[in-house]
């Protein structure tokens, strides 16, 4: 079996432009984010190795927040994970695949999460 590394951001609110109804247009929605890259990781990590060993977590939290285009409305939240794929593919090569899980907070009646998942390898 393969190493692997997973860096995570779970769990993280942000209001988004989104929705495809009338009354989601123009208006932002809450949505949870958690966020997977997977890297390839060094045969060994010690106590002095530089974050340039590795990938910086708040890039994958400004993905979802300070990297999606402002005043753009995305119909889909799935249109919303791949443009937040895309940009930690776009800053560091050493991303070998993403996943994006988007929870509609508006939605939910009974604390449900109610979403998508969506993976994406480097092609």
């Known amino acids: 079996m393969a190493d692997s590394l997973i860096l995570e951001v779970a769990e993280l609110e942000h209001d988004v432009l ?33 974050l340039t060993c590795s990938k910086n977590y708040m890039d994958l939290k400004a993905a979802a ?38 929870v509609k907070l508006a939605i939910a009646e009974h604390n449900e999460q109610i979403g998508i998942t969506l993976r994406r390898e480097r092609r």
Not at 36 to 46: A, C, G, I, S, T
């Open 18 to 50: 989104t929705g495809i109804y009338s009354e989601e247009t123009g208006k932002a929605q809450p949505l949870r984010f958690t966020i997977q890259v997977e890297m390839k990781p060094l045969d060994r990590y010690d106590a002095e190795m530089p």
């Open 65 to 102: 927040t300070d990297a999606l285009p402002a005043g753009i409305h995305f119909k889909l939240i799935e249109a919303v994970a791949d443009h937040i794929c895309e940009t930690l593919f776009v800053q560091d090569e050493r991303v070998l695949a993403v996943t994006v899980k988007i």
